[in-house]
């Protein structure tokens, strides 16, 4: 979504509606892990940075010989438990989210393995066999997966990304919305709560594989430079949803419209202050993040990918426009180091629209990591009168029923569309967002709202796509992550 402020509240799922045009709403790193010496990315990875065996190492910690309990800083923030035996293993989470994953068993052997990962998921990815042992691999995958994620002699790396096989495991996700979007107050400022762990834990322990963090860092930016406060707490939150052993999605999400000059003199136009801006933002981020591991995937931007040639939002969309900021957005974040170099990064579709995108002039951007790590961003919101409309229009009115056999056909049809552009393009597809409200003035038929998530979902995901749910606290409770009994039968049913 594309969030405005002082627009009034669709009950429990919006606080504003998707980037529309006027005349239709409906167009909306190496070494990370320690080398053989031991040693962290980014945290004193040199032979001698930990400290000697006689001294267990200070609390920079991580190198040779430092396996004492302050060589990494206490059970659960860097050495304890899983930096006990042979030195400098190395664990990056709390006691039950890394402390334990670092074990001799699962990690420990022969110098500064690491995980970043919970213990049921970076343990495994870390074992002795598939990444611990022989030069410290570090493994950021999910148990079952860790072991290709960190493989012997590998130095230190995880895996390379396979965006296609990464698609598969992100399964059924949901947003954080209305929160670190916010523009007026960051994070409660829409009346959410603040994002806890319990939460986080929550939906993990109910079958979200992936959870998008939309976040609007320019309002809280002063001078182009990114408040730090800012940035820490979405870097606790991604370390919580990675704990989990959840993927996560951290963007730049729409923000006073500053990306296509909305509202300005040269609105729908890309303009070089706002190159200039975009790529200052994302060395900021991509830095802030670059030790965060491969379940991090980083999007460019939201819905803001509405250029239009000579400024005519009614006119020919520029894709070529779109081009040049996505392939900035690549670039850009590669050379900021740390997992950087080789994440999985997610590209803007034309206003994140089926249609618009699927162009021959679209162009995935050139990778410096080389082919296979980079994801199309698209939304999807069809019908606009069943998903979100409330007030009748000249072309429609709101409509409290979906399912019949032309709206299904519609549905797939759009698709099976996406998904052969998806295939000729060789770029998969991550459904950044998908929601039905429940209606305010319009309620919506709960049969009808089940019928058309699961559609959704099940028709991406049988495509290799990811659906990514946008909610704001109307099927998940901010609490604990529980869901509404409508989202629980779709998440029943996917199984």
């Given at each position: 979504?594309?969030?405005r ?14 980037s ?43 190198g ?50 690491r995980t970043?990962a ?8 870390g074992?002795t ?17 860790g ?5 012997t ?11 296609v ?17 916010n523009?007026t ?10 994002v806890?762990?319990?939460f ?17 860092w ?10 730090a406060?800012?940035l ?8 919580w949803?990675?704990?989990a052993?959840?993927y ?18 040269n ?8 190159k200039?801006?975009f790529?200052?933002y ?13 379940r ?27 081009n ?6 690549v ?9 950087n ?7 803007a579709?034309?206003?994140?629209d089926i249609?618009k995108t ?5 162009a995935v ?8 790590k ?14 979100l ?6 072309w ?15 549905l ?8 052969t ?32 998530m699961e ?28 869901f509404?009994?409508e989202?629980?039968t779709?998440?029943?049913d996917?199984?």
């Amino acid at each position: 979504m594309s969030h405005r402020p002082l627009v009034p509240f669709l009950v429990g799922v919006f606080i504003a509606a998707c980037s529309v045009t006027a005349a239709d709403p409906r167009d909306t790193g190496a070494n990370s892990g320690g080398n053989v010496t031991g040693g962290a990315f980014g945290s004193g990875g040199a032979p001698n940075a930990g400290g000697n065996s006689s001294t267990g190492g200070s609390s920079s910690a991580g190198g040779r010989g430092g396996a004492g309990v302050s060589s990494g800083g206490a059970t659960g923030t860097g050495g304890g438990v899983g930096g006990s035996a042979s030195g400098g293993a190395r664990t990056d989470g709390a006691a039950g989210s890394g402390g334990a994953a670092g074990t001799i068993g699962s990690g420990g052997l022969s110098g500064g393995a690491r995980t970043d990962a919970a213990a049921g998921s970076g343990g495994a990815g870390g074992g002795t066999s598939s990444g611990g042992a022989n030069g410290g691999a570090r493994a950021d995958a999910a148990a079952g997966s860790g072991g290709v994620a960190g493989a012997t002699g590998s130095g230190g790396t995880s895996s390379p990304v396979d965006a296609v096989a990464m698609a598969k495991a992100m399964g059924f996700g949901t947003n954080i919305g209305n929160t670190f979007d916010n523009t007026t107050s960051w994070e409660t400022g829409w009346g959410e709560p603040l994002v806890t762990q319990a939460f986080i834990n929550g939906i993990a322990s109910r079958g979200i594989k992936t959870v998008r963090v939309p976040v609007a860092w320019d309002t809280y930016a002063a001078g182009g430079v990114i408040d730090a406060s800012k940035l820490n707490r979405v870097k606790e939150v991604v370390g919580w949803i990675d704990a989990a052993g959840m993927y996560s999605i951290v963007n730049i999400h729409w923000d006073g419209g500053w990306i296509f000059n909305e509202n300005k003199a040269n609105a729908y136009r890309l303009t070089e202050d706002v190159k200039t801006k975009f790529a200052n933002y994302w060395k900021q981020i991509a830095t802030g993040f670059a030790s965060v591991g491969h379940r991090l995937v980083l999007e460019g931007l939201n819905e803001e990918a509405q250029f239009y040639v000579n400024g005519n939002a009614s006119g020919t969309p520029d894709i070529a426009a779109l081009n040049q900021l996505n392939q900035l957005f690549v670039t850009t974040v590669r050379a900021q180091g740390g997992y950087n170099a080789t994440r999985g990064l997610l590209i803007a579709g034309f206003a994140t629209d089926i249609t618009k995108t699927c162009v021959d002039a679209f162009a995935v951007p050139t990778d410096p990591a080389g082919a296979g790590k980079l994801f199309l961003s698209i939304h999807y919101y069809d019908p606009y009168t069943f998903t979100l409309m409330e007030d009748p229009a000249s072309w429609g009115s709101p409509a409290s029923t979906w399912g019949t056999d032309a709206e299904k056909k519609a549905l797939q049809d759009a698709f099976s569309k996406l998904g052969t552009f998806s295939t000729n393009k060789k770029i998969p597809v991550i459904l950044g967002e998908f929601a039905v409200t429940t209606g305010q003035k319009v309620v919506r038929q709960s049969a009808s709202r089940v019928s058309w998530m699961e559609g959704v979902a099940k028709a991406a995901m049988s495509r290799g796509m990811v659906p990514v749910l946008w909610d704001t606290g109307t099927d998940i409770k901010r609490t604990d992550g529980s869901f509404t009994n409508e989202l629980q039968t779709v998440m029943n049913d996917l199984k």
